[in-house]
């Protein structure tokens, strides 16, 4: 007989690891699967510093335990700078360190989830967020998103599906900027209205934003990823930041602005998950963000990441054309695809691994058992040339279907 409770009984494996897992044991494959920042962009040198320097200090406090909440000075750098740039207002009480977003995720499903309540997801959405969830024991309700971003009409007829039946549901999940999968990004019009559908159903919005400062220059700006916490009047937004992909993400430093009364339960959560985040992690951000480290590498990033997308899409114009369809990605790390009638993902993943490529399946960000019919492209952790040699071979893979 198990010892395993229910829930770990049904924790999933995370599917975007699964497929490095299958990937690690193919010798010289070239992995479209893993959404990596880019090494060579990461700043060593500001790093290398800042730590010298904190530890050549030998304050206790810089290897001690520390605050639950999180690293003060971290916090009020990022009130004062990051969320206010983003036209977020809020207060101490309001934001939390994590350890990076994932947790993020974790601690607030642990505050709005009871096993059997239902969570409101993209179609696609996040993968980590649906494990998150699903191990908190929550159930899905998938909704499709258009060219703008979730479809409030599908929204709506899910809300009112999930209370037919007498379930509970109490919160949407969203990630407006360049979506993982997906790549999409939400307009603003669609953001506002949203919120106010959020407000008739007196839902919470859970907001994931890893990816905002990361939009392409040549087609977007800054006011085009301005988050929905920004006009959230309300107290029903949560919204999720992280440092991941701006910075490193390695030192797993991340944050959580949320209403006063979810704040203080994720803290309550938090506490028992981990007492702190690393406080000499958040030192090493709180020392990047004062030599504005975040701000002074960001047009390099973008443009970084512009050119690996645009890579991209002339490898797959060139051996793809007409074959596969996508939406080009304005900004973040991935591209979507969606693939030609009657390839299945699972089968063109084993084609894809003989032919020494890997990418994630799509089916993998969705709730509902669908998105056969997809396959997420990560252009961020490889080279050009990685890149260009990696869609060969998932065109090799492709044609092989005939
Ligand atoms: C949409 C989304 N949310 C959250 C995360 C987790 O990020 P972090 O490194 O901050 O835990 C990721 C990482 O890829 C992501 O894509």
Not at 18 to 35: D, K, M, N, Q
Not at 196 to 213: F, K, M, N, W
Not at 333 to 362: H, M, N, T, Y
Request: glycine share 8%; hydrophobic share 45%; aromatic share 8%.
């Amino acid at each position: 007989m198990t010892h395993l409770s229910n829930a770990a009984q049904q924790f999933q494996e995370s599917a975007i690891r699964r497929s490095g897992i299958l990937g690690a044991a193919v010798p010289g494959l070239i992995s479209l699967a893993a959404g990596y920042p880019a090494p060579e962009v990461f700043p060593w040198d500001d790093l290398q510093s800042i730590t010298a320097d904190l530890l050549a200090r030998r304050e206790g406090n810089t290897l001690q335990y520390g605050a639950t909440r999180g690293y003060r000075p971290l916090i009020e750098q990022l009130l004062g700078k990051t969320l206010k740039d983003r036209g977020i207002s809020g207060t101490f009480e309001d934001v939390i360190i994590t350890t990076g977003s994932q947790q993020g995720l974790d601690l607030v499903g642990r505050v709005l989830i009871d096993p059997g309540d239902v969570v409101l997801v993209e179609l696609p959405t996040y993968s980590g967020a649906i494990a998150a969830f699903h191990n908190l024991q929550a159930q899905f309700a998938g909704v499709p998103q258009d060219a703008e971003g979730i479809d409030l009409a599908a929204l709506e007829a899910a809300i009112a599906g999930v209370r037919a039946k007498g379930q509970t549901t109490r919160f949407v999940y969203v990630t407006p900027n360049f979506q993982n999968p997906a790549g999409l990004l939400m307009s603003r019009a669609r953001r506002l209205a949203l919120l106010d559908t959020a407000r008739r159903h007196d839902l919470v919005i859970v907001e994931d934003d890893p990816y905002g400062s990361i939009y392409f220059e040549d087609t977007t700006t800054a006011d085009d990823t301005r988050p929905i916490k920004a006009d959230d009047t309300d107290e029903r937004v949560v919204y999720l930041g992280s440092f991941s992909k701006v910075l490193v993400p390695g030192l797993r430093v991340a944050w959580m602005v949320a209403p006063r009364e979810i704040a203080a339960k994720v803290e309550l959560a938090k506490q028992a998950a981990d007492i702190c985040s690393s406080v000499f992690d958040q030192r090493i951000v709180h020392g990047a963000m004062d030599r504005d480290v975040v701000e002074r590498i960001a047009p390099s990033l973008r443009a970084h990441y512009q050119a690996k997308r645009t890579v991209m899409e002339q490898a797959i114009q060139s051996t793809l054309a007409g074959r596969v369809t996508w939406t080009s990605p304005r900004g973040g790390f991935f591209l979507w695809i969606e693939l030609p009638a009657g390839v299945d993902d699972r089968a063109l993943f084993d084609r894809a691994l003989k032919e020494r490529v890997s990418f994630v399946l799509g089916s993998s960000f969705f709730v509902d058992s669908g998105g056969h019919q997809f396959a997420r492209l990560s252009f961020s952790g490889i080279s050009h040339e990685q890149i260009a040699e990696g869609i060969t071979r998932l065109a090799a893979a492709i044609h092989s279907h005939g």
